[in-house]
């Protein structure tokens, strides 16, 4: 059972990756520029204004960057939020050579997103929401567990376990609400889900029939609707 569970995340990681040379058609309007990381890491960010004290982080998946999230920042703004997207270390035009990573380099992307978090505080941003697919989905649940400034989480295709990046502990400490996303057609995120969203204090899960891993599910099903609602009632 366990080489089985292990083999499906495996395979799971693997479609995970953007196909090699693919182009994002779209992109984030607004400001961009990089941010420096406690370690020392150059993050890459799209930032989208907007008056108020609410703001969204967006986390990418593995091998994707923040372009994944152009469409669904563009409605996030709409809706009244400052939205920053930022690409991992390793990943886009943030410093940083993935291919060289271990799973203590995969831990440390909780740094990434402290550093977006700093500058929407230097905004005036005190009511944050972050949204995170895959890998992304486990660094958001990680770090608002250390930040109590964060009021609900969207977390997409989470794992249980992915790159040694670990979820269960945190799914238990953190005491606001979370949104766990998840495709049936995705087997490990799905079982993840599942299991995480039982170890929550405060969850909704939602489960599709269909419509594969991570931000790919904005494009065949209903979550950016679903995402936004989620967001705009606890974001506060």
């Not at 990943?91 to 997103?113: C, M, P, Q, W």
Request: glycine share 8%; hydrophobic share 40%; with cysteine.
């Amino acid at each position: 059972m366990k080489r089985l569970f292990a083999l499906a995340a495996l395979l799971m990681l693997a479609a995970c990756q953007s196909p090699s040379g693919q182009m994002n058609a779209k992109i984030i309007s607004g400001q961009t520029g990089t941010l420096e990381t406690a370690d020392g890491y150059s993050i890459a960010y799209s930032y989208l204004a907007a008056p108020g004290s609410r703001g969204v982080i967006l986390l990418h998946m593995l091998g994707g960057s923040k372009e994944d999230y152009a469409d669904f920042a563009q409605q996030l703004h709409t809706a009244g939020f400052a939205v920053i997207a930022i690409d991992f270390r390793g990943h886009g035009d943030s410093s940083g050579a993935i291919n060289t990573f271990k799973d203590e380099d995969y831990r440390k992307f909780t740094l990434d997103v402290k550093a977006a978090k700093q500058f929407l505080k230097e905004q005036g941003i005190h009511y944050v929401g972050i949204v995170g697919a895959s890998i992304g989905a486990n660094t958001a649940l990680n770090y608002a567990v250390t930040d109590p400034d964060v009021r609900t989480l969207v977390l997409i295709s989470p794992g249980e376990d992915y790159h040694g990046v670990k979820t269960a502990e945190s799914a238990k400490r953190y005491t606001e609400r979370i949104l766990f996303v998840a495709a049936k057609d995705d087997d490990y995120s799905a079982l993840s889900a599942q299991r995480l969203a039982k170890l929550a204090y405060k969850q909704s899960l939602q489960l599709y029939p269909s419509g594969g891993h991570g931000t790919r599910l904005f494009a065949k099903t209903d979550l950016n609707r679903i995402a936004r609602d989620w967001l705009v009632q606890y974001v506060r």
